[in-house]
């Protein structure tokens, strides 16, 4: 959650798991980063999704937040400049996994992604 820190997040965690009867649970924290947010309004975002509609010619799906790691935090914090993400791949290529598609697979859904010439 955004202006939350994990070392913020575990004692909440831990009062929580207790409060609900849970104290016999042992939690071990391995490490932990802290959320970056960018401001959907900023223009940054804009160019972002213009690009993305432009080039795909089709509507943009817009998450405002989303689950994961990556370096963004620290790119915000040092660099101060906005973050965008892009989804790009086969929805089904379960990135992942311990599986993985075959390159026939995306080679025959890539074209109906892009947009006609």
């Known amino acids: 959650m955004p202006f939350q820190s994990p070392e913020q997040v ?5 009062a929580h798991l207790d409060q609900e009867g849970f104290s016999d649970v ?11 947010v960018t401001d959907p309004d900023d223009p940054f975002i ?11 010619g089709r509507p943009v799906q817009v998450i405002p937040m989303i689950g994961g790691s990556g370096p963004n935090y620290v ?3 040092f660099l101060n400049v906005p973050i ?5 791949g086969y929805p089904g290529s379960q990135a992942h996994a311990p ?15 892009l947009p006609a010439s």
């Open 99 to 113: 599986t993985r598609i075959s390159v026939w697979t995306c080679i025959s859904w890539a074209p109906n992604t």
């Open 75 to 77: 790119v915000q914090k």
């Open 46 to 56: 804009k160019m972002v999704i213009d690009t993305a509609k432009t080039f795909t």
């Open 84 to 88: 965008a993400m892009s989804g790009i």
């Open 10 to 14: 575990l004692p909440l965690l831990r």
């Open 26 to 36: 042992q939690i071990t924290f391995l490490g932990g980063e802290s959320p970056a």
